[in-house]
């Protein structure tokens, strides 16, 4: 039996094997970079190896420094987690050459369907239907649209979708840099696009005799640069007949290759009822909460079982209820899913009947530049669909993160939108409902959070009155904010015998102040805020969501000016690669660089047409935000 595990992995995941091990009486070994020195992973483990570096090229992404960890901290097994080496065949060999338990399918299994090429050539063969892959030197308009994809790993990264033939090349390329950063394998290929089919999915888990479980189908369509936010269980809409065939084809997957341990069969599913395969994760995946929801299973704890060679029961437990998970991001939606990095200065989930939350965070931690930027998953469980979607919008609009932005007003928006709620499902979720993407709450509340902040802000100064002070009519007090999409919110206010009296709040009357909650009676209603500062920054709190604002100096300062044609970086990060010289002539909007941020590549283009007249990066470069990268005279 396994007795030390080394999960080799990072943040949420890591938490969360670790949780299951403490539940079995299972010792855990945690990895970390330097970076993760102080993470929340590393603090939860019975022990922890350091990685030394910070680039996942240089610690999470390297066999040699794990297997050699799992042996210097006493283990006799290794989790890989998802993302990172959990598909690399060559990783898992290792492990086992080293002795040590490997959780997870066999090698083989791994090498057989790990590559998405191979693995569709396999299903082909098998009669299950695919998508015919396109080679590149043969590529037409005719064949337009099409998705370049990594052949190894997921999440998204190495996929680039092809309008127009001329990008071809030069995204092939892009593609293949990212999924060698992200993987560690820069194969990529190339594969007809559709744009609107549903992503679905089969959880899998079979033992080493023979049985294999289809846990039902999950539906994954809503996404953002091809990377899931929203997932759930059962599918909606699927008749019985389909979710069978679903099972079907993705269990004669499995048993084509002798598959062990957990996986996922993923289809695209086309309005007419047809689907298509399209790869399978030898992995655990980053929603498989939402199956653990509805079945009562640990899917943790019977990968463990498995990989310690025991048997499943000849059939799953039924599924019941209905489970939806939202995939929390530190990233802006509306500057074009712009990821960020900075501390966190409080995160704070509700907790009730129903709910789950999968953390990789805790108050006081930083994210970094070098991850992925996703935070933690909400997941939320009810009898029906629409008790869940409604028991996860409360959830998400009751969680408080502070620090930076997140994508937690876009996950609230998207689970109470009509089309959600009528399961009118796709890929081009998000393209079809483009307003989402600005979701910030009510704007009507700005000038109330304003009020309250101001307020907050006052109780925070308060001082005795000193002796003979007389209440006398005076000048208002003044408070200038900025909220995030750049609102300027300007509080006037008075505090006297008779109460509070605010120009632009004729209907609002003070019941309580504090420096860190504000009670306000509003037309007659009962409104409490929650305030916390840090810094310049305010954020305000209530039931239905938060608003982050920024004090303004009481008198401005003189304004900085940007050259127009400077290009600054927009985020921290490391540049991949440079397109253009000093004496360039360049077009408005033509990329010029490649910065790497949290295992994204981002572009950063041109500001105006023009000559480039200074380069001051070069790749392997690290920047910081607002770092001159070049300068374009505009012609």
Aim: glycine content about 8%; hydrophobic content about 45%; aromatic content about 4%.
């Amino acid at each position: 039996m396994i007795q030390r595990l080394l999960i080799a992995n990072r943040g949420e995941i890591a938490r969360r094997i670790a949780r299951t091990c403490r539940e079995l009486g299972i010792a855990t070994v945690a990895v970390h970079s330097d970076p993760d020195a102080a993470a929340a992973h590393v603090y939860e483990a019975d022990a922890a190896v350091r990685l030394p570096g910070a680039a996942p090229a240089d610690t999470y992404l390297r066999a040699d420094l794990l297997v050699a960890a799992a042996l210097a901290a006493g283990a006799d097994a290794v989790h890989p987690g998802y993302g990172f080496l959990s598909e690399d065949p060559q990783f898992a060999r290792a492990v086992l050459d080293a002795g040590l338990t490997w959780v997870g399918p066999p090698p083989g299994a791994m090498a057989a369907m790990g590559s998405k090429t191979a693995a569709k050539q396999l299903m082909a063969a098998a009669g299950v239907p695919v998508l015919a892959p396109v080679d590149p030197a043969r590529a037409t308009a005719a064949d337009l649209p099409l998705l370049v994809k990594a052949a190894a790993g997921g999440g998204g990264r190495g996929m680039r979708v092809i309008e127009d033939l001329a990008r071809l090349e030069p995204e092939l390329a892009a593609a293949s840099a990212e999924a060698l950063a992200a993987f560690g394998d820069g194969e990529v290929f190339l594969e007809p696009y559709l744009a609107t089919g549903r992503h679905i999915e089969v959880q899998l888990i079979a033992d080493r005799h023979g049985t294999v479980w289809a846990l039902g189908e999950r539906d994954c369509s809503i996404q953002r640069r091809h990377q899931k936010v929203i997932e759930e269980t059962p599918a909606p809409g699927l008749d019985a007949a389909l979710r069978a065939r679903l099972a079907e084809a993705a269990t004669a997957a499995a048993r084509a290759i002798g598959y062990t341990g957990a996986g996922t069969a993923e289809f695209l599913l086309g309005a007419d009822g047809r689907f298509f395969f399209l790869e399978m994760n030898t992995r655990l995946q980053v929603e498989h909460p939402v199956t653990e929801c509805v079945t009562g299973l640990d899917l943790v704890a019977l990968q463990l079982a498995v990989a310690e060679g025991e048997r499943l029961d000849p059939e799953p437990p039924a599924p019941t209820g209905h489970a939806i998970e939202a995939r929390l991001y530190a990233e802006d939606p509306a500057a074009d899913w712009q990821p960020q990095s900075g501390p966190l200065h409080l995160v704070e989930f509700p907790e009730g009947p129903g709910l789950r939350v999968d953390s990789g965070v805790r108050s006081g931690d930083t994210v970094g530049v070098h991850y992925d930027p996703m935070l933690a998953k909400v997941i939320a469980w009810a009898p029906t669909r629409a008790a869940a979607a409604r028991r996860l919008a409360d959830a998400l609009s009751r969680t408080r993160i502070h620090g930076l932005t997140t994508n937690r007003e876009l996950l609230d928006a998207i689970v109470r939108h009509p089309a959600f709620l009528a399961a009118e499902l796709d890929t081009a979720f998000l393209t079809r409902h483009p307003g989402l993407r600005e979701a910030g709450g009510d704007k009507r509340d700005l000038p109330l959070a304003a009020l309250a902040a101001a307020l907050a802000d006052a109780a925070a100064r308060r001082t005795p009155l000193p002796s003979g002070w007389r209440n006398l009519p005076s000048q208002p007090q003044v408070k200038r904010y900025q909220a995030a999409d750049g609102t300027e919110l300007t509080v006037r206010y008075r505090l006297t015998r008779d109460g509070l009296s605010a120009e632009d709040h004729p209907g609002v009357s003070l019941v309580a102040a504090d420096p860190d909650r504000v009670v306000l009676t509003v037309d007659g209603v009962r409104r409490t805020f929650r305030v916390a500062r840090y810094g310049a920054l305010v954020h305000v709190d209530r039931p239905t969501g938060g608003t982050a604002l920024t004090a303004l100096p009481r008198f401005p300062e003189p304004e900085v000016q940007v050259d127009p044609g400077a290009l600054l970086a927009p985020m921290p990060g490391t540049v991949v690669r440079v397109a253009a010289t000093v004496g360039d002539q360049v077009a408005a909007g033509q990329p010029l660089l490649w910065l790497e941020a949290m295992k994204m590549e981002h572009q950063v283009t041109a500001p105006v047409a023009g000559t480039v007249t200074d380069l001051r990066v070069a790749p392997g470069r690290q920047v910081e935000l607002g770092a001159l990268l070049a300068v374009v005279e505009p012609a």
